[in-house]
């Protein structure tokens, strides 16, 4: 059983799904609106996963499970999908190697500031035309830029980072 075929059956379980008019109204699980969804022959729903995949959406399996519970499949001549619900998917975990994770947190800024340093010391500087105040280079000027976005923090709070970094 996938999560789709999960979701369909909460669905299922806890809303109410009617059938008027040769459609099935299925409440949205995210919205407060519903999908006008039919089971026959050719299923389809409005929903966004349908008309991306063309394939039985929760919404579509959702009505299935109602019709074949409520109405033994007869009435609407469709066919409830056959669930194992003994078999619920588990989300795969992996295991931390924490020294490693922990060296890595420990050192990630130092890191960054050394790799962003060669990454701008060969950016070339615009030639500075008239007088006035020297220009700032141009790989610094792009360095303190990078570690102001990497740090996410205010200018404010950032002005002790490129202090730090840049003691001159």
């Given amino acids: 059983m996938n999560v789709r075929e999960l979701k369909a059956l ?7 799904i009617a059938f008027s008019n040769g459609v099935w109204v299925v409440p949205s699980q995210t919205a407060s609106g519903s999908y006008r969804v039919t089971i026959g022959s050719v299923p389809s729903c409005p929903c966004d996963d349908f008309q991306l995949r063309k394939l039985p959406c929760k919404h579509i399996i959702a009505a299935r499970l109602v019709c074949a519970r409520d109405h033994d ?3 609407h001549d469709d066919k409830a999908p056959e669930f194992v619900t003994d078999a619920v998917p588990k989300k795969p975990t992996y295991k931390q190697n924490w020294p490693m994770y922990n060296e890595a947190q420990q050192t990630e800024k130092s890191r960054f500031q050394k790799l ?3 990454l701008c010391r060969g950016l070339p500087n615009p030639q500075q035309i008239g007088s006035g105040r020297r220009w700032t280079p141009m790989a610094d000027m792009v360095f303190a830029c ?3 976005v990497y740090t996410t923090v205010s200018s404010r709070r950032f002005a002790c980072d490129l202090k730090a970094t840049c003691p001159t």
């Fill in 10 to 16: 909460e669905i299922a379980a806890r809303a109410k």
């Fill in 73 to 75: 499949g007869r009435e």
């Fill in 116 to 118: 962003l340093f060669d």
């Fill in 146 to 148: 990078g570690l102001k």
